[in-house]
């Protein structure tokens, strides 16, 4: 099988203040997903929406693992990479479903975004309880 190249733009970056990876509560956090101006109009109709899905790439993640201890918790059993959400990856791309609280122009404020500072956008989608939520 012969693997073929994916190329990704950014559309945009994250602005919070996350400047350094930690494990916690992101609830709380208020962070702006800042799409670059020419997608601008391509975020109408979005405030209709109460939640989105942020598509990232998580840029300062260097090396991959094929084995993780969730949480680095030694009562969690050791799985595959595929099998958790350690963000050592062989592909470091993330979603995160986040708490819509506003759109100003190309900006969106969201909560619960667990991105440090900078990251870059992959793509935004719009939460819809029909596709999204497991039945």
Not at 8 to 31: C, D, M, Q, T, Y
Not at 35 to 40: I, S
């Amino acid at each position: 099988m012969r693997m073929n190249e994916i190329n990704l733009n950014p559309i945009g970056f994250v602005k919070n203040n996350i400047k350094e990876p930690r494990f916690g509560n992101f609830a709380n956090e208020v962070s702006e997903v800042i799409v670059d101006e020419k997608f601008t109009e391509a975020l109408d109709g979005i405030e209709d929406y109460s939640h989105v899905i942020v598509v990232y790439f998580m840029d300062k993640i260097k090396d991959y693992v094929l084995k993780h201890q969730p949480q680095g918790n030694p009562n969690v059993p050791v799985v595959g990479i595929f099998a958790c959400r350690c963000p050592k990856r062989p592909n470091p791309i993330a979603i995160t479903t986040c708490l819509l609280v506003k759109r100003e122009k190309n900006k969106l404020f969201v909560k619960g975004l667990d991105t440090l500072n900078n990251t870059p956008i992959i793509d935004i989608k719009p939460y819809w309880l029909q596709y999204d939520k497991p039945k």
